[in-house]
C-alpha cells in the first residue's frame, strides 16, 4: 500500500465541499494479485475495476447468479429476482437454508476439523470449536428447542454477550426454520421484553451473567424482573457462564447444559424457501426508535458471502477478527453466517478492547495471528488517544487487510490505523452499510486506489447516487444518498410496521432507497458520507457536514475525538458547537478552545470554524459505539435531551 498521489490544491469554492483529503493509496501489485476478486475477474476476462463495476451494474443478474452457484441449493431457484419496488424478492422458488452452508457441509467436508471460532473470554480463558464441534453443538441445542415446541418460523428472542452459545442459539435456530431476534446484552433488560412482546416468543436464552471490564453483570436476575411482563413466554434456557448462584423459577427456567445432556447430535436442516425469514434485528438507534429490520434466508446468505469474499478477501486460511458485538448486524453478518460460509476460522472476544490495558487486542492479534481485522472508527480514535506505544509492543505482521464500520472515518484516524497497525501495508476497507442493507454497500476492493475517509464506491451491481432536494443526480456537493436498484440481502420489510417500511425509506423519492446518510461523490466518483441527514449543519445558508468539521478538528495533533452540533442562531441560522476530547498527555487544556478555532480556520475555512469549542471528557454514544449528536444538540439548546435508552454512558452527558 504506497501514497501515489497528493493531488495539488483544489479546493473548491463549493462550501458542501469542505474537506480538503487529496491523499490517494494504491494496493501493491501482491495485494491485488492474490485477491479472490481479481481471480474472479481473470475468470470472466474483466481487465480492471472500473470494467467490473460497468460490466455488473449492465448485468446484475449474471453477478448474483454465478455466486448463487458457489453455494448448495436443496432445490435449485427458478428465477434470480422479482423486483418490484419497494419490494424485492430473490432467488423465487428456491429451497435453501444459511445453516446447511455456514455448518453442514463444512462438518462433512475435509475442513471439518478446522477451528471454527476461537473464543477468549475477558479474563483470558480460551474456548475453541471446530466446525465439527460447532456442528454438533448446533443440532444438540436445535433439538432442544424442537424438544420445548419450537416450531418453523416461531420467533426465539435471545439476550446473551459474546459467548460461544449466541452463535449457537442463532444457528440452532435457523436450522429448524425459527427467526432469531437477537438483543444486545449492554441493553437494560425492558428492551429485552419489548422485543419478546413483539415477537410473542415462547422461548427465549439468557445467561446467569457475564463481565464487562471486570465487574459483573447479572443479566438473568434483571431478566427476572421483565419476566412477569411477557406473557408469551413459557421456558427460558439459562447458560451457565459465571457460575453465579441464581434463582431458578421451577418449570419455568431450564439450564442449557442440562437441556443438552440427552441430545442427538443430529438434527435435521430444514429446507427453506428463499424468501422465509432468517431473523429480526433492531438498529442501533442512533437517530431514535429502533425499528426491526427483518432479512431472508437466501438473498442474504449470498450477499453477505459474497461481499465477505471480495471485500475482506478471505480464504482458506486466514483468521478472521470481526470485533463488533453479535448483537448489530456487523456481527450478525460478518461474525456469525459470513465467515461460516466461507468456512474460515474467527475470532470471539467477550470482553472490553481496552481491559485489562489498552494492548489488549494488539495482543490477542499477536498471539492468533490474526490477518485480516475488523473494527469501528469509534475504537480506533480511543486507541489514538491512548498513543502509539500499545500497539508497538506487539508483532503485528500477521495482518493484511484491515477494515472500518459504523461510522464516518476520520482522514487522520485513517491513517493512524493504516500505518500503526497495518504497518503501512495493508489497505483499509471502509464499508458503508446499515442494517438494512444486510451487507457492504459502499466499499473498496482490495484491488482499488483508496483515499482516506472515502468508502470509495458502490459494490459490483449496486447503483448508489447522491441527490439534491429536487432528486437530482449531484456530484460535488452534499446531498441525500440513495440506492436505485436491489441487492440481495436488502431487508424485505419492518417487523409488523409494513407502512413504516414504504414511509421511512422509500417515499423520499418514491421507490428510490433513502439511507438517511448524506454523502458528496468527487469527481472521481468516490463517495464520502458525511453524516447522518438530521445532524448537517446549516451555516449562513451554508450545508456544512459534521464528518468534514469534525474530521478537520481531529487533524489537530492533540485532539483524539470531537463531535459538532448546530445552535440556532439568529443571523446565520446556525452557529457550530463543538466538544473535543484531546489525546493523553496534551497538556494543559486552557488554551485549546482558541487553538482549534484556528486549526479548523486554516484546514477548512472561517465558516465552519466553530463559534464554541468545549473541551470534554467523554462524548454521548450509542452501544454500538456511535456519537449520538442528538443528544447533544438537545443539551446545547437546553431542551429535554428525549429517549437516551440507547446510550451507552449516560454520564457524558452530564460533561456536556
Ligand atoms: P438508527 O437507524 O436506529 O438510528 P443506526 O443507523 O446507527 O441506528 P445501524 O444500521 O447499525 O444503525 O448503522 C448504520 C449507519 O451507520 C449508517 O446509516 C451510517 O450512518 C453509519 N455508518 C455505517 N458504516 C459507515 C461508514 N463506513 N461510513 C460512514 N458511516 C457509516
Ligand atoms: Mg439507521
Redesign the pocket.
Known amino acids: 500500500m504506497y501514497l501515489i498521489r497528493v493531488e495539488g490544491d483544489k479546493m473548491s469554492k463549493d462550501l458542501d465541499t469542505l474537506l480538503r483529503e487529496k491523499r490517494i493509496f494504491k494496493p501493491s501489485s501482491d495485494v491485488v494479485k492474490s485477491s479472490n476478486i481479481h481471480k474472479w475477474m481473470e475468470k470472466h476476462e474483466i481487465n480492471d475495476y472500473d470494467e467490473l463495476l460497468q460490466k455488473a451494474l449492465d448485468n446484475p443478474d449474471w453477478f448474483w447468479d454465478e455466486l448463487a452457484g458457489e453455494l448448495e441449493w436443496f432445490k435449485q431457484y427458478k428465477k434470480t429476482k422479482k423486483w418490484n419496488p419497494p419490494y424485492a424478492e430473490w432467488f423465487l422458488d428456491g429451497k435453501f437454508n444459511i445453516v446447511y452452508n455456514a455448518l453442514d457441509k463444512h462438518a462433512k467436508g475435509p475442513e471439518k476439523d478446522k477451528l471454527a471460532y476461537i473464543w477468549e473470554g475477558e479474563s483470558g480463558e480460551v474456548r475453541e470449536l471446530t466446525y465439527l464441534d460447532l456442528y454438533r453443538e448446533v443440532n444438540r441445542f436445535a433439538n432442544v428447542l424442537k424438544k420445548l415446541g419450537v416450531r418453523k418460523g416461531d420467533t426465539v428472542s435471545i439476550y446473551l454477550p459474546m459467548i460461544l452459545e449466541l452463535p449457537i442459539a442463532m444457528l440452532a435456530c435457523a436450522k429448524i426454520g425459527a427467526v432469531h431476534s437477537v438483543v444486545f446484552s449492554g441493553f437494560w433488560a425492558k428492551a429485552f421484553q419489548e422485543r419478546i412482546n413483539d415477537a410473542k416468543s415462547k422461548v427465549a436464552i439468557t445467561v446467569d451473567g457475564f463481565r464487562r471490564r471486570g465487574k459483573l453483570i447479572e443479566l438473568k436476575e434483571n431478566v427476572d424482573n421483565i419476566l412477569d411482563k411477557t406473557p408469551t413466554i413459557e421456558k427460558l434456557i439459562v447458560v451457565r457462564h459465571e457460575g453465579l448462584n441464581i434463582n431458578m423459577q421451577e418449570g419455568k427456567d431450564i439450564w442449557w447444559h442440562e437441556a443438552i445432556t440427552e441430545m442427538e447430535t443430529e438434527c435435521k436442516t430444514e429446507e427453506m424457501d428463499s424468501e422465509d425469514p432468517l431473523f429480526i434485528l433492531y ?6 426508535k ?2 426491526g429490520v427483518v432479512h431472508v434466508h437466501g438473498g442474504y446468505a449470498v450477499g453477505i458471502y459474497t461481499t465477505l469474499k471480495f471485500v475482506f478477501d478471505l480464504k482458506e486460511d486466514d483468521v478472521w477478527w470481526c470485533a463488533a458485538d453479535i448483537g ?2 456487523t456481527g450478525h453478518s460478518y461474525i456469525v453466517y459470513g465467515p461460516l460460509l466461507l468456512g474460515v476460522t474467527s475470532i470471539l472476544y467477550e470482553g472490553t478492547p481496552d481491559y485489562p490495558d489498552p494492548g489488549r487486542l494488539w495482543k490477542m492479534i499477536e498471539n492468533y495471528g490474526v490477518t485480516v481485522f475488523y473494527t469501528a472508527p469509534t475504537t480506533i480514535r480511543m486507541f489514538m488517544k491512548f498513543g502509539e506505544k500499545w500497539p508497538q509492543k506487539y508483532n503485528l505482521d500477521s495482518l493484511r487487510l484491515l477494515g ?5 472515518i476520520n482522514p487522520e484516524a485513517w491513517i493512524w490505523y493504516h500505518q500503526h497497525i497495518g504497518g503501512g501495508r495493508c489497505p483499509v476497507m ?7 442493507t444486510g451487507m457492504h454497500i459502499i466499499t473498496p476492493l482490495p484491488i482499488s486506489e483508496l483515499k482516506p475517509g472515502s ?1 470509495v464506491k458502490p459494490f459490483p451491481t449496486v447503483e448508489a447516487d447522491v441527490l439534491d432536494d429536487a432528486g437530482k443526480s449531484i456530484t460535488g456537493g452534499g446531498g441525500h444518498l440513495v440506492i436505485k436498484s436491489t441487492w440481495p440481502s436488502m431487508f424485505r420489510t419492518l417487523y409488523k410496521d409494513p407502512e413504516r417500511y414504504v414511509e421511512s425509506y422509500w417515499s423520499r423519492f418514491p421507490n428510490i432507497y433513502l ?3 448524506v454523502a458528496r461523490r468527487d469527481d472521481e466518483g468516490y463517495f464520502w ?1 458525511q453524516g ?1 441527514e438530521d445532524d448537517v449543519l446549516n451555516v449562513a445558508g451554508h450545508r456544512i457536514s459534521t464528518a468534514e468539521v469534525e474530521s478537520a478538528i481531529v487533524s489537530h495533533k492533540s485532539v483524539a475525538e470531537a463531535a459538532v452540533v448546530g445552535k440556532p442562531h439568529d443571523i446565520k441560522g446556525e452557529e457550530i458547537c463543538a466538544f473535543v476530547i484531546l489525546k493523553e498527555g496534551s497538556g494543559s487544556t486552557e488554551d485549546f478552545e482558541d487553538i482549534i478555532k484556528y486549526h479548523v480556520r486554516k484546514e477548512i475555512g472561517p465558516i465552519a470554524s466553530p463559534a464554541h469549542v468545549k473541551i470534554v471528557k467523554d462524548l454521548p454514544k ?1 452501544r ?1 459505539g ?1 456519537i449520538m449528536r442528538r443528544v447533544i444538540k438537545a443539551k446545547v439548546k437546553g431542551e429535554p435531551v428525549g429517549d437516551t435508552s440507547t446510550l451507552a454512558n449516560p454520564e457524558a452527558v452530564e460533561y456536556l
Open positions: 438498529t442501533s438507534g442512533t437517530t431514535g429502533p425499528k448489530w448486524v472500518t464500520v459504523g461510522e464516518p471502509d464499508t458503508w452499510w446499515q442494517t438494512e468508502a439511507s438517511g446518510d458520507i447522518r450509542t454500538s456511535k
